[in-house]
């Protein structure tokens, strides 16, 4: 939530000094017009947005055949009613809708679209869960708190050490956090409800920066609420309701409470099975909307929302099928969740997985390991988000990522990472939200106020490298589509080699208002990608994609 993040950063103080009862007019936050809708699709020459040229891209596809493409995105899940989603989901066809039977026998029951790892008996769902360090700390502190190393835990006491420096920063930012958005929350609760009461709104209706225009009363409380929430519109996008802005600012607040007082019981009593068990597979449900399935649906709208029908977005890839896996929560994903997750994606025959979440700690990592092998093995390609915390990933990394545990990668062929960039080639070209790293970030794509599809029909426009991942994703599927016969090692050397070095371009460094950087050194490439440039560089190689089912490739186990 772009409001959300501009409070906690300093930059927008209107709505915390505003106090409803003193009769002077408040003075709007002026900030600059927004981006268009679809900037992420732009190009930079021709539109003066930094964005992938999709137009030019699909210019040089014209007469081209292509071939559907199957893409998962490991989220928070997905609405299956979206229109313009619901003709491009993946149909698992081998599967009896309804029966309660496991037709295919892949281990998943009537998984028409996909499959929720995080859902339970009784249309159940652990959808709000609390982070992996604040899990991890309170599961191993009755043994560490008190104690000190031996040589025989000399290892376990190292990563208790970890998971304690990085569960009391996550307690102190979240306490801090809550107490700077309470006061928020009580502007938003406090001046809806004039701002309704003049629209003659019942108190369960919302309303939009369109309204505000219909009130003319000259009472300055009145006026006072009206520019405040001019302001909160202002800041979250023109496709923002006064719902949608309070539902946002909650549920963070109920991240952040997760983890001052965490529901440590959640998943055994919702989902039932054993987190630290691999082996205890038979969990989840078929179910994939859910409250808070917002993310994922537009995660997958990036990827491949219809393209040409006139309603939401276009998508970039216009020859997919979504395969939807919900194993993301609002708060951390479980390693066991992500590795299972991986294979499903992989043995039901998606060809590239998006991942739009991650996390500071990893206690099974070596289960996320094999399960990135496993899809390098079958040749699938995974795009990750690089993370919101600007920090440099090389010096302090985020999980997962492709340096395994055992030494055998630092850089796997088959997995590209992505930071976020913005909509002008100017010094806020980097997001300052984005994480960044010369040798684990491989490039930035637009993930600046960016907007797509999301629940019930409507819009919304967002910020995160959460974003920045499917639009590369979608980048890697047109590939795909059309040049079928590219291995995944190919797809992420065309998408590398789109990004041209903006060696010399100085920009804030993320997390900073003053210090600039070299936009080059924020990634390996030290470009954004480029969708017309990546299809030019795929057009020219020669395909070395390999039929896994013929032959004997031995798969790494599972754990």
């Known amino acids: 939530m772009n409001l959300i993040k501009s409070v906690l950063a300093g930059t927008f103080i209107a709505a915390l000094s505003i106090n409803i009862s003193v009769k002077a007019q408040a003075i709007p936050v002026v900030l600059p017009p927004p981006a268009l809708k679809n900037w ?40 299956t ?31 028409i679209h996909g499959w929720n790892f995080l859902g339970g008996p009784g249309g159940k769902c652990d959808y709000t869960e609390t982070t992996e360090e604040i899990r991890e700390y309170n599961k191993l502190k009755g043994k560490y708190l008190n104690a000190a190393t031996t040589a025989a835990n000399t290892k376990e006491y190292a990563y208790w050490l970890k998971v304690k420096a990085t569960h009391d920063s996550t307690l102190a930012k979240s306490t801090n956090e809550l107490q700077q958005l309470a006061p928020l929350m009580n502007v938003l609760v406090g001046t809806s409800g004039y701002i309704k009461r003049e629209l003659h709104l019942k108190p369960g209706d919302t309303f939009n920066m369109k309204d505000l225009d219909k009130i003319t009363n000259p009472n300055d409380t009145v006026k006072e609420c009206k520019n405040v ?52 597979k038979k969990y989840g ?114 999980y997962p990522n492709d340096t395994f545990e055992d030494g055998s990668s630092a850089d796997a062929d088959n997995v590209i990472n992505v930071g976020a960039s913005g909509p002008r080639k100017n010094e806020k070209l980097a997001a300052d939200f984005s994480n960044y790293g010369k040798k684990n970030v491989d490039i930035f794509a637009p993930g600046v106020k960016v907007t797509s599809v999301t629940m019930d029909d409507e819009t919304n426009t967002e910020d995160g490298t959460s974003f920045a ?51 080059s050194t924020l990634s390996k490439t030290g ?7 990546a299809l030019l560089a795929a057009s020219k190689m020669k395909g070395e994609r390999k039929d896994i089912s013929k032959t004997n490739i031995k798969l790494p186990a599972e754990r």
Do not use: C
């Not at 700690?361 to 600007?390: C, E, Q, R, T």
């Not at 470009?527 to 440039?533: E, H, M």
């Open 285 to 398: 449900s078929n179910q994939l909307k859910f409250a808070d399935a917002m993310h994922g649906t537009m995660v997958a709208g990036f990827i491949g929302a219809v393209r040409g029908n006139g309603y939401g977005i276009d998508g970039v890839a216009d020859n997919v099928r979504i395969m939807a896996i919900k194993a993301v929560p609002n708060g951390d994903e479980y390693d066991k969740d992500i590795a299972n997750a991986i294979r499903y994606a992989v043995d039901n025959g998606a060809q590239i997985i998006n991942m739009s979440f991650g996390k500071k700690i990893s206690p099974h990592k070596d289960w996320v390991d094999a399960a990135f092998k496993y899809a390098a093995a079958h040749d699938v390609l995974l795009v990750s988000a690089a993370g919101n915390d600007n920090q440099d990933v090389d010096a302090k990394p985020d």
């Open 469 to 519: 991942s499917p639009i590369t994703a979608g980048i890697a599927a047109l590939i795909l589509a059309h040049y079928p016969n590219l291995s995944s090692k190919q797809i992420k050397e065309a998408i590398l080699q789109s990004a041209h070095p903006l060696t010399g371009l100085m920009v804030l460094k993320p997390g900073s208002k003053t210090e600039k950087v070299d936009f």
């Open 527 to 533: 470009g954004i990608v480029n969708a017309y440039d």
């Open 229 to 280: 929430w001019a302001s909160f519109f202002q800041e979250e996008g023109p496709t923002s309701n006064s719902a949608k802005i309070i539902k946002d600012l909650n549920d963070y607040m109920t991240k952040l409470n997760n983890d001052i007082t965490p529901d440590l019981d959640a998943r055994k009593r919702i989902v039932g099975d054993d987190p630290d068990n691999f082996n205890d």
């Open 81 to 111: 009613l979206q229109k313009d989603l619901k003709s491009i989901l993946w149909t698992n066809t081998k599967e009896i809708p309804g029966n309660g039977i496991d037709d295919d026998h892949n281990g998943y029951i009537d998984d």
């Open 40 to 79: 992420h699709t732009m190009d930079l020459k021709a539109d003066g947005y930094y964005g992938i040229s999709l137009n030019r891209a699909y210019e040089f596809l014209k007469g081209k055949k292509s071939k559907v493409i199957v893409v998962a995105t490991i989220d928070s899940g997905i609405d």
